[in-house]
């Protein structure tokens, strides 16, 4: 089945400082991919969708300039948290469809950003 | 807000209960997908459904979409402490949205 690998797992940060989360489709390619921001004990939040050779489309109330999104090939798309603050501390996952279908999406194992 | 309610926020039962969790929305889905998740882990399809009044089985999970495609039901029968974790329905637009979840604990 479809893979996506998510690095790194886990990273430490300190505040005002920039963090580079990566998400690959390992055995297919991605025109579009997705990032999501999870809090504990909460849900899935879209932040913005990674559009291969486009720039990302940010859901409302997320800072495109702070999130920066770059999905330069087929199968791999990068968020980057800039100027991280401890608020920024959160569960990133990344999800990428394969094909068009609605079981196409495939689910990274997530980031854990703690900013200190 | 979340597109998608979800209902019950948190359940705990006790080993070989049977349980629900539901999920609504106002707007049609073209599909609807449950997922569940570990801690610290993404999320894993369990299902997706597609046509209105669909019903599939997956081993003791049945899953069921509504005839008008708005909503959806999970339902587990005789859980196990295996079953324990993060139960979430997605709906599908142009992208994926979740519900916020249902934190299901079962007791041994």
């Known amino acids: 089945g479809a893979v996506v690998s998510q690095h790194p797992s886990r990273v430490i940060c300190k505040s005002g400082t920039s963090v580079k989360i990566e998400c690959r489709s390992l055995?297919?390619?991605?025109?579009?991919m997705f990032w999501y921001r999870q809090f504990p004990k909460q849900s899935l939040m879209l932040m913005a969708t990674?559009?291969?050779?486009?720039?990302?489309?940010?859901e409302q109330g997320v800072e495109k300039d702070k999130f920066l999104i770059n999905h330069a090939s087929l199968t791999l798309s990068t968020l980057t948290v800039t100027s991280a603050h401890p608020e920024d501390s959160s569960f990133y996952i990344c999800?990428?469809?394969?094909?068009?279908?609605?079981?196409?999406?495939?689910f990274g194992s997530g980031t854990r950003l703690t900013v200190v | 807000t979340q597109l998608l309610e979800q209902s019950p926020q948190f359940l705990s039962i006790q080993e070989g209960e049977n349980l629900t969790v539901y999920c609504n929305s106002s707007?049609?889905?073209?599909?609807l997908q449950w997922y569940r998740q570990e801690p610290g882990e993404g999320p894993v399809l369990l299902v997706t459904?597609?046509?209105?009044?669909e019903v599939k089985k997956l081993k003791r999970l049945t899953f069921q979409f509504g005839d008008a495609r708005k909503d959806s039901s999970l339902h587990i029968t005789a859980a196990q402490p295996g079953d324990t974790g993060l139960y979430l329905c997605?709906?599908?637009?142009?992208?994926?949205?979740f519900g916020a979840g249902t934190r299901l604990t079962v007791k041994p």
């Open positions: 999800s990428a469809q394969e094909g068009r279908g609605p079981s196409g999406y495939t």
């Open positions: 055995d297919f390619q991605a025109t579009t």
């Open positions: 990674s559009n291969e050779g486009s720039k990302a489309t940010y």
């Open positions: 707007s049609v889905f073209s599909s």
């Open positions: 459904v597609v046509t209105g009044g």
């Open positions: 997605a709906g599908s637009f142009n992208d994926m949205r």
